[in-house]
């Protein structure tokens, strides 16, 4: 008697696949194709005939200059080789450990997503297509040394944290993480969010798999950042998304919640 075939859709989608199914159908939309390419991208014509387009493609972050924050110390050198952070690199819950000094937030974040002038422009170090940056990260301390708990943004461009919220932002976290007890012994959440239309209006549908593929740049910077330094580092998809953009002033429709990575201090002895 022959074995009944198992389907991929079937374990996938647990015997129930739809017509419609919302991840094809994404990824199928935001697909190109040589006939549909300049209906696609509507924005790159856009940017090449109007000056005023594109000197907004430069200052592409939030900032709160208004604000109270903290000017962030020079970034440590990260002295261990590329080859010697990615054999430590490894997804690490933190245990109980010291605070966090502000000169290891400063080398993370520098490393993930401080803008930097170059030859060609004001540039990061991520790829980032058409150098449109759609990204935001928020740091919501915990115990970081010289810095007040709570949600404060990161401004690439003046390597500052600007403070936004002292202590709604920690229940937020709490509440909008599927498996909340990894927060037990965090130093710092970096919480990455897009703005996905800095993207979009240039790359259409194609901008927002632009953005995704970015936020996965950001984060693997910063946790080579923290394996050199040897912070434990853990990366989490598993949130709620809603309650996760609510933690950092996120609408979740113009700015979304992508990625959160928890950071602890390095372990007591």
């Known amino acids: ?95 109980r450990g010291t605070p966090l000094p502000l000169s290891a937030v400063s080398t993370i974040l520098h490393a993930a997503y401080a803008a930097r002038a170059t030859r060609r422009g004001t540039r990061r170090a991520v790829p980032s297509a058409g150098a449109l940056y759609p990204l935001e990260l928020y740091a919501v301390c915990m115990r970081v040394a010289a810095a007040p708990p709570g949600l404060l943004h990161y401004d690439p461009f003046a390597h500052r944290l600007e403070q936004l919220d002292r202590e709604g932002a920690l229940a937020g976290l709490t509440a909008g993480l599927t498996d909340a007890a990894v927060l037990e012994h965090a130093a710092l959440v970096l919480v990455v969010t897009a703005m996905p239309w800095r993207a979009r209006f240039k790359y259409g549908d194609r901008g927002y798999r632009f953005a995704l593929l970015e936020a996965g740049h950001v984060a693997q910077n910063a946790l080579l950042a923290c394996a050199a330094l040897r912070l434990p580092a853990l990366p989490i998809g598993g949130f709620f998304d809603r309650r996760i953009d609510a933690a950092v002033g996120a609408n979740g429709v113009d700015e979304v919640s992508l990625y959160v990575l928890v950071v602890g201090g390095r372990e007591r002895r």
């Open 1 to 95: 008697m022959n074995e009944p075939t198992i389907q991929f859709a079937d374990v996938v989608r647990h015997g129930a696949v739809a017509l419609d199914d919302p991840a094809e159908t994404y990824h199928e939309a935001s697909r190109l194709y040589p006939s549909t390419v300049a209906a696609a991208l509507p924005g790159l014509a856009l940017i090449e005939s109007d000056r005023a387009a594109y000197a907004s493609t430069t200052r592409s972050s939030r900032r709160h200059p208004h604000r109270e924050g903290i000017d962030l110390p020079r970034p440590r050198p990260l002295r261990a080789g590329l080859g010697r952070a990615l054999s430590r690199r490894i997804s690490q819950s933190p245990a």
